[in-house]
């Protein structure tokens, strides 16, 4: 199993360390938006920045790049095809892979857009790093794309395996259970997840990884073809929903507003 460490930047965003299998000191940077809280962790516990992946072009995704590489120079960096980022990347699309192979790392690519228009995620290893698509319990905000968009990115997270550990950029998972129940007051699953997740919470401690088993289970977002939620999105709108992108759509606007 993938060795992956938190690093906390800004208010809630993780950037995450992707450790070698083959050498756990060497890690990989994902959407390192801050150096500094990088550069700390990577010397208090000794390790060494051996590449960045990055999924979107947003600041806090993308802000530490070019001082991680002035101290880290000629690291391999990957990051989407149609996006600038800093750090001139190598671009990848869907069926593209990101290689490290001195860490025995390797990394498919899947195209998800709707946060913004060019937004890729990388799986591999049995996890996913979802950046701001897929989040535990909700999604990203629709800036770039459409729902038709999102709803089919979302649909192509959902299918990987039960298994996959899901590493999302934001500890946002107690406020998306909270609209989650809104929305599916009688999942008793995402009503355990909510408990589970405020006693790490009152503890300081992350809720993600989450899995993408529980996301099925929990996340509205992944249940538009669910009776519950496609009945709550009608209600919300006043109107028949006849297809899945048109509630997802209703639940994406419904929690724009959700406070
Ligand atoms: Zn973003």
Known sequence: MLQVTPVRAFSDNYIWLIHSPRDASRVVAVDP???????????SRNLELSGILITHHHGDHVGGVEALLARHPGIPVFGPASETIPGNPQRLREGDRALFPELELAFEVLDVPGHTAGHIAYVGHGALFCGDTLFSAGCGRLFEGTAE??????????ALPAETSVY???????SNLKFSLAVQPDNEAAA?????????RA?????IPSDMRQERNVNPFLRCDDETVKQAAEAYAGRRLP????VFAVIRQWKDSFR
């Not at 997840?193 to 405020?198: E, K, N, T």
């Not at 503890?203 to 809720?207: C, G, I």
């Not at 297809?243 to 048109?246: G, M, N, T």
């Open 203 to 207: 503890r300081d401690e992350a809720t």
């Open 149 to 158: 968009q999102m709803h089919d990115s979302l649909s192509k997270l959902a």
């Open 33 to 43: 938006g801050d150096a500094q809280p990088v550069e700390g962790l990577l010397a």
């Open 168 to 174: 999302c950029a934001h500890e946002y998972t107690l």
């Open 192 to 200: 355990s997840y909510l408990a589970h997740c405020r006693e790490l």
């Open 243 to 246: 297809s899945q992108p048109e």
